[in-house]
């Protein structure tokens, strides 16, 4: 069974940074396509960035020149850099796996291993 582990969240003035983690076990990451969403009180779960087997990234343009997304084979983790975070980045944040392709458009349904979510808070 693969089980994600988000870490790395918390609150921040806004033009900070931050660093999610998303530590993946029960298989490879090789074996999947992998997505970062967010979702706000109120609001549809939405994309923010995926990263296919091959290496592509893709990125919603909302966070565009400021988010990026990577993986580390080794440790078996997805990461997630946030700079510039703005107060309407404030969500819970979510990293998700696919066997196959993937897109940032994918809907929640698509994708078929969730981790628990990591709360981020930009304040202004």
């Known amino acids: 069974q693969v089980q994600l582990v988000e870490s790395g969240g918390g609150s921040v003035q806004s033009g900070g940074s931050l660093r999610l983690s998303c530590s993946v076990s029960g298989d490879t990451l090789l074996n999947y396509c992998l997505g970062w969403h967010r979702q706000a009180p109120g609001n549809e779960r939405e994309g923010v960035a995926v990263?296919?087997?091959?290496?592509?990234?893709h990125y919603a343009d909302s966070v565009k020149g400021r988010f990026t997304i990577s993986r580390d084979h080794a440790k078996n983790t997805l990461y997630l850099q946030m700079n510039s975070l703005q107060p309407e980045d404030t969500a819970m944040y979510y990293c998700a796996a696919r066997r196959g392709h993937c897109a940032i458009y994918y809907p929640r349904s698509a994708f078929d291993y969730w981790g628990q979510g990591t709360q981020v808070t930009a304040l202004s």
């Open positions: 990263i296919l087997g091959d290496g592509t990234t």
